[in-house]
């Protein structure tokens, strides 16, 4: 349910804005959340570590679209991976950008602050387990600020690959609940929930504010997504 929210977020927004051209070429990039690991039908042509799903938002939004898809994302990809670095081994996602490129979306961040990295050791401390290093505070200000400007260079890149493409920035998910816990699906004391919190609400603004410096498309899966956190009644995050 969460990548069809997305899909349709994002056709509205294209829509709204200045639709791309029905056929053209469209590029996605990004991390798990674009990806969609272990949602519905795995893509028989994805690398096994990327872990792209046939049913991830830019399959849906391509079909709901009519566009040609060349889907790049990949599980684990921080902002380097798409710029510079062959992440398993494959070529940076930007490559596949080129000057016919019309539509191009992005979900990116999370691993270049440890999102998830620091929900699953919070996770193993609060089930026995040990080695389970978080990152520090002093760390996280550093990822941040690099995270701040690596996103900056790749939208700026992007542009200048594909200089007539609509950019379409798709922040992340909402994962931790408003208030509460639910140790049975989340196994995170008060304390981690309120970081898990605070991280997110970081992430939003970062990636809201590069889109507004730069002229790129934004898509909120964050508010689409509100009420279908892990603890909700109708989860749409799971694991």
């Not at 440890?114 to 193993?124: E, K, R, T, V, W």
């Not at 700026?156 to 594909?162: G, I, K, N």
């Not at 609940?177 to 004391?189: F, T």
């Not at 590069?210 to 279908?228: F, M, P, Q």
Request: one cysteine or more.
């Amino acid at each position: 349910m969460t990548r069809l929210g997305v899909a349709l977020a994002l056709s509205l927004t294209i829509n709204g804005a200045a639709s791309a051209q029905m056929g053209a070429d469209y590029v996605a990039l990004g991390s798990s959340f674009a990806a969609g690991p272990d949602v519905g039908r795995r893509d028989p042509a994805s690398p096994a570590l990327c872990g792209r799903s046939l049913d991830n938002y830019p399959h849906l939004l391509a079909a709901r679209r009519s566009l040609t898809l060349e889907d790049r994302t990949c599980s684990g990809a921080k902002t380097a991976d798409i710029t510079d670095n062959h992440q398993f081994g494959l070529a940076p996602q930007i490559e596949a950008v080129g000057r016919s490129t019309r539509l191009i979306t992005i979900t990116i961040g999370g691993n270049d602050v440890s999102y998830l990295g620091d929900l699953a050791a919070a996770s193993c401390r609060n089930t026995g387990g040990v080695n389970c290093p978080g990152s520090s505070a002093a760390t996280l200000e550093t990822r941040f600020e690099a995270l701040q400007t690596a996103l900056h260079g790749l939208l700026a890149s992007l542009r200048e690959r594909a200089p007539n493409a609509r950019i379409v920035l798709v922040d992340y998910v909402t994962i931790a609940p408003s208030a509460g816990l639910c140790a049975d699906r989340a196994p995170l004391n008060a304390e981690d929930m309120a970081w898990a919190r605070d991280r997110a609400e970081r992430l939003r603004r970062l990636t809201a504010d590069a889109a507004k410096a730069t002229g790129a498309l934004l898509v909120r899966a964050s508010e689409v997504t509100a009420g279908h956190d892990v603890c909700s009644a109708s989860p749409w995050v799971n694991g």
